[in-house]
């Protein structure tokens, strides 16, 4: 049902890194800088935005709203509907993740 639902990208794909956590973090110098860039591929932003969610519990509205308001251009709404559209398809990546380890 997932996969039948699914009918491309939600905006224009761009660089994603899709495994944002804390450890692939690391603050230099006041600078955010990332690593681990292994599953890094050319996709629609808000997955990966939604894969940062998951990954590390964060709250949809809170995390939407903070990284709209660092994005002036970005249309909150959109981008909510975007992360939750993602989430199951996220939940079921990171299941088979868990059960390929």
Do not use: R
């Amino acid at each position: 049902m997932l996969l039948n639902s699914f009918n491309g990208n939600i905006f224009k794909p761009t660089l994603c890194h899709n495994d944002l956590h804390p450890g692939n973090l690391f603050k230099v110098k006041n600078q955010f800088k990332v690593i681990d860039w292994e599953y890094a591929y050319i996709y629609d932003p808000s997955y990966d935005l939604a894969m940062m969610i998951y990954l590390n519990q964060m709250d949809i509205d809170d995390a939407v709203s903070q990284y709209c308001s660092i994005n002036f251009q970005i249309n909150e709404k959109k981008w909510k509907k975007a992360i939750i559209y993602w989430t199951p398809y996220c939940k079921f990546i990171c299941k088979l993740w868990e059960k390929l380890k």
